[in-house]
């Protein structure tokens, strides 16, 4: 089984960065897709950045210019790096993995924190 593990999470101030890790027990499939998402109180889970097999990056618009997705050569870590960030940008945020062969919605780790206040 795919078990993936959200860390990073904190407070931070508006215009602060934060810098969010997803650990695998063992290398992602060179199929995968990895992607963060996030969910804020009362809100709708929403797509932050997604990363393809083939090194595709999608960003969703409301943190466009201010994150950054990546990947670590072993295949077994995905970063989310956030930078000028904003009170709403409150949220839980959750690391999805989609493999060809897995569930139609992926996995998913429990979250980690991420809140933005003065």
């Known amino acids: 089984q795919v078990q993936l593990m959200e860390s990073g999470g904190g407070l931070v101030q508006p215009g602060g960065s934060l810098r969010l890790s997803c650990a695998a027990a063992?290398?992602?499939?060179?199929?995968?897709?990895m992607a963060w998402y996030r969910q804020a109180p009362g809100g709708q889970r929403e797509m932050v950045a997604r990363?393809?097999?083939?090194?595709?990056?999608t960003y969703g618009d409301s943190v466009k210019g201010r994150v950054t997705i990546s990947r670590d050569v072993a295949n077994l870590t995905v970063d989310l790096q956030m930078n000028s960030l904003k009170p709403e940008d409150t949220a839980v945020y959750y690391c999805?993995?989609?493999?060809?062969?897995?569930?139609?919605?992926?996995?998913w780790g429990r979250g980690t924190q991420v809140t933005v206040s003065s």
């Open positions: 990363i393809t097999s083939g090194g595709l990056i």
């Open positions: 999805n993995a989609w493999t060809p062969n897995g569930p139609g919605g992926g996995y």
């Open positions: 063992r290398a992602i499939s060179s199929g995968a897709v």
